[in-house]
């Protein structure tokens, strides 16, 4: 019932004392969550204040009285200090001491580690540097390599065009000789079917003349006698029957200066089909390789971006490894001047913070 009392009442200066001079005989620093769980009770807030003051008047208490006897009947040494509070000071002095120099370990130890860390990623940062120059020199020389065949087949699309437009105009030379040949031809032909057609009037003309001469004859010579007549109607038959001979020839031989004029045209057309053909064949090559030519020129103009670009990049890698260097060389240097001054006053204990 005692202990419910005494808690409803909350927590008491002098329960702060007590926990903490408790703590300090057991070579404990006092805290505030020592002496909370100490007590057994109280907040943060509470005790905290309260623990400050019994800080503040630690130094007093320690000081004691100025009586001698009055501090050896109290329990005290000679200078008025309760042994246990003398004994439970110099083991915390003790402790912090101890605890202070585990902290200046680790805090070396974690120095010494993220130095080492940095040194490792500084060197798969170097690493990784000379494998991407690597990289670079090889890309380099892929694209060298692709900008000289690049130019190569330039070249050699060039020298095609060339020759083909040489091949054109040969071509179209010896086209229009050939039109030429067949026009000679075709004109020869005219001229041979107007002599046969000349021939054959004078051939008419001659037969009507010679036929208007007989009848004269035949008028004259009709009276003298019928064997007369008929030696003359036979000698007509047979002059006729020699003129309808002559004009078949000379229709035959019409009819094959029209089909040798008619074969004439004909080669002539398909030569100059042929002729257009080939020209058209030849414009569809020269315009396939001039669109190569101008893939090529744009694959030429790619390549030359790709190989600025990784020429920038690997720039600004080695400007940020340069920065990498310099600052882990100084964080070095910041790390052995610390590691010494830190080993030249190992001595000195670090204050515990309250």
């Known amino acids: ?54 800080f503040g008047t630690l130094s007093q208490r320690i000081a004691g009285g100025a009586n001698p006897a009055v501090n050896l009947a109290a329990g005290n040494d000679a200078d008025g200090v309760p042994v246990s509070v003398r004994n439970a000071t110099r083991l915390l002095w003790e402790t912090a001491r101890r605890e202070a120099d585990e902290v200046q370990q680790q805090e070396l130890e974690s120095a010494r580690a993220q130095l080492e860390e940095a040194a490792n990623v500084l060197a798969v940062g170097q690493a990784d540097l000379a494998q991407r120059e690597a990289a670079f020199e090889q890309a380099r020389a892929s694209l060298d390599a692709a900008l000289a065949s690049s ?10 065009l060339l020759e083909q437009t040489a091949e054109i105009a040969r071509l179209r030379a010896m086209s229009e000789q050939e039109i030429a040949r067949l026009n000679a031809l075709l004109q020869a032909s ?9 021939e054959q009037a004078a051939a008419l003309a001659a037969r009507d003349k010679d036929v208007k001469a007989e009848r004269e004859r035949h008028q004259a010579q009709e009276r003298h006698s019928h064997e007369e007549v008929d030696r003359a109607r036979q000698a007509s038959k047979q002059l006729e029957a020699g003129l309808a001979r002559e004009q078949q020839q000379r229709l035959r031989s019409e009819e094959a200066a029209a089909q040798t004029l008619e074969t004439g045209r004909r080669m002539l057309r398909e030569t100059q089909q042929a002729a ?12 396939d390789q001039a669109s190569l030519l101008a893939q090529a020129q744009a694959e ?42 830190k080993g030249g006053i190992g001595h000195k204990i670090r204050r515990p913070k309250a």
Request: glycine share 4%; aromatic share 2%; net charge neutral.
């Open 1 to 54: 019932m005692a202990e419910i009392q005494q808690f409803r009442r909350g927590i008491q200066e002098e329960d702060v004392f007590r926990a903490a001079d408790a703590l300090l005989a057991e070579g404990l620093r006092p805290t505030i969550e020592r002496v909370r769980l100490k007590i057994g009770r109280g907040s943060p807030n509470t005790v905290s204040p309260m623990l400050e003051k019994w």
């Open 151 to 160: 130019q190569q087949a330039r070249e050699t699309l060039e020298r095609q």
């Open 300 to 341: 030429g103009a790619a390549a030359a971006q790709r190989l600025d670009d990784v020429e920038r990049q690997l720039a600004e890698e080695k400007k940020s490894h340069e920065g990498t260097r310099t600052l882990l060389a100084s964080a070095l240097t910041t790390a052995r001047k610390e590691d010494s001054r």
């Open 190 to 198: 005219h001229a041979s079917k107007e002599l046969l057609r000349q």
């Open 276 to 287: 257009q053909q080939v020209e058209r064949e030849l414009r569809d090559q020269l315009t």
